[in-house]
């Protein structure tokens, strides 16, 4: 896992774009193919189009990369990956794309010691190239690949040390996360009213801190539609608690209290000085990530 970073410089690093979707493990038994999310879900039902994927592989392996969903100018879009979670496959028509950068394990061997450049020659030798999934090219010219990423209007990319291991479940600076726009995902614990006081105007966001508490980071009013604002309070109703979960918020006008369960992916301009965010906009939410998992996204792991 990437932590975030600056461009580094020097040698021995290699650069990918960063996919705005979920990151999915794929592991093949031999016969079976399973996608699974990065806190445990089987993907697979929700992704019939990349169970062929089994019929490309020779031997059994573990298979890392993103799930994406493409617009009409092929680029990942996280809301039609949102629609894809919320409505299932009925979306059919919808473009998906698996996007693999690692192979942990192949043919009964772990992979992991191994140097990144190893193990991403071993993932390029299985030739693993159709509309539905593909290897994406890693490059050396990191200040080139951001200004691509930009051009194309991408979260940002990924800068990893070309002799990093595989370090599963762990964050390291050998992986680095560059972003262009600020984003990141939010636990959700609570809501308030909006202006006709019944229906949701904005989420009550939060993080965990060092401690394992929920500190309070500001809400989140825009970027919503009226059937995600009708969903998301039904669903946070179902969830509600009398206290709030906030360790650094007690009271709030108008705020119905729920339990963090909900992760919500939010982009904004800045954090305030008095630790809340800037100019925040809705993005969906993040089936594939547990709430306990959110810490502070200005804190280095």
């Known amino acids: 896992m990437a932590k975030p970073g600056s461009l580094p410089g020097g040698a021995g690093w290699s650069f990918e ?3 705005d979707g979920f990151r999915a493990l794929a592991a093949f038994d031999g016969v079976d193919l399973r996608l699974i999310s990065r806190n445990g879900n ?16 020779r031997a059994p392996c573990l298979l890392d990369g993103e799930l994406v969903a493409l617009d009409t100018q092929s680029r990942p879009s996280f809301s039609l990956m949102q629609q894809r979670m ?11 794309a698996y996007l693999l950068f690692d192979l942990p394990w192949h043919d009964g061997i772990d992979l ?16 693993l190239e159709d509309e539905r999934w593909r290897v ?22 990924i800068a990893k040390r070309d002799d990093s291991p595989y370090r599963p479940g762990r964050r390291s600076g050998e992986w680095l996360k560059i972003k262009i726009v600020k984003r990141d995902e939010f636990a959700v614990g ?4 909006g ?7 904005a989420l009550l966001l939060g993080f965990h801190d060092t401690a394992g508490r929920l500190i309070y980071a500001g809400r989140v009013g825009t ?40 992760v919500a992916e939010v982009a904004y301009g800045e954090w305030t000085h008095d630790g809340a965010l800037r100019h925040p906009s809705f993005q969906g939410l993040r089936s594939d990530k547990s709430a306990m998992d959110v810490i502070d996204p200005r804190r280095s792991l």
């Not at 089987?42 to 592989?57: H, T, V």
């Not at 191994?114 to 390029?124: D, I, K, S, V």
């Open 86 to 96: 919320d409505r299932g496959t009925g979306t059919s028509r919808m473009s998906i």
């Open 42 to 57: 089987d993907l697979s039902p929700q992704f019939p189009e990349i169970a062929p994927l089994a019929k490309a592989l």
């Open 136 to 157: 994406p090219a890693a490059h050396g010219d990191g200040a080139e690949m951001l200004r691509l990423a930009r051009a194309h209007e991408l979260e940002g990319i």
């Open 190 to 193: 609570g809501y308030a009213f």
């Open 195 to 201: 202006k006709d006081g019944k229906g949701l105007g």
């Open 17 to 19: 774009f960063k996919w």
């Open 112 to 127: 992991c010691p191994l140097p990144l450049h190893e193990r991403r020659a071993r993932l390029e030798s299985l030739a």
């Open 223 to 262: 970027g919503f539609s009226l059937r995600e604002r009708r969903e998301l309070k039904a669903r946070l109703d179902a969830q509600a608690c009398a206290a709030s979960p906030f360790a650094n918020l007690k009271r709030q006008k108008d705020a119905v209290w729920s339990t963090p369960l909900l």
